[in-house]
């Protein structure tokens, strides 16, 4: 299972890299640990620890067109174990499953192809998978953050134009330089300090 709080890996194999990113798109717009564990739950009901995520995703997939599966549809699945916007989730984790993406190497532009992948999941996931990354997650925390140092145009949500995006993602990239960090470790000392309510 997933374990947000320490969530950078760099060594991971192909069926763990497949699980960090299901967990970045269950994470998007939900608290991490509970996408975490909901995420669990899905993977172990539809056998992904067995097959593989991915693989699983696509057996699921696969069965139900061929009103095979005895399985909710995974709408269903996402929904019982806690997981929200199930539907676009679902759709997401489907497209993924079938992209013949390889996790080591893509870019996020082509992550970002897939229905319900924004800047900001396309990037955590790369940033924590790959050693040297050169890329920031703008989520609330490092938004907040970032308002925090005076830079009072930041948004409350991550910016949807790409532009903006870079713009905020260098000043990051800059703050974790200053602090003698990697954008990894700058990100999740970010997040550690706000998540859990140290910054009061």
Request: with cysteine.
């Amino acid at each position: 299972m997933i374990d947000p709080t320490k969530i950078t890996n760099y060594n991971l194999s192909d069926e763990g890299l497949e699980e960090q990113f299901l967990f970045w798109v269950c994470a998007a717009g939900k608290n991490a640990k509970a996408a975490a564990a909901g995420l669990h739950k899905f993977l172990t009901t539809i056998g992904g620890y067995i097959y593989g995520p991915f693989k699983a995703i696509r057996e699921q997939v696969s069965l139900g067109e061929l009103g095979l599966n005895t399985l909710p549809k995974m709408e269903d699945l996402l929904k019982s174990c806690g997981i929200g916007s199930y539907t676009l989730k679902a759709e997401t984790m489907r497209q993924v499953a079938f992209s013949g993406y390889n996790l080591r190497n893509c870019t996020p532009q082509e992550l970002e192809l897939i229905k319900g992948i924004g800047p900001k999941t396309s990037r955590c996931f790369i940033l924590h998978t790959r050693k040297d990354a050169r890329v920031a997650g703008l989520d609330t925390h490092m938004l907040k953050f970032l308002r925090s140092k005076g830079h009072l145009d930041a948004p409350e949500s991550t910016p949807g134009n790409e532009k903006n995006y870079e713009r905020f993602e260098k000043l990051v990239l800059k703050y974790a330089d200053e602090a003698g960090k990697t954008p990894a470790e700058f990100d999740l000392d970010v997040w550690n300090f706000y998540s859990q309510g140290l910054n009061k």
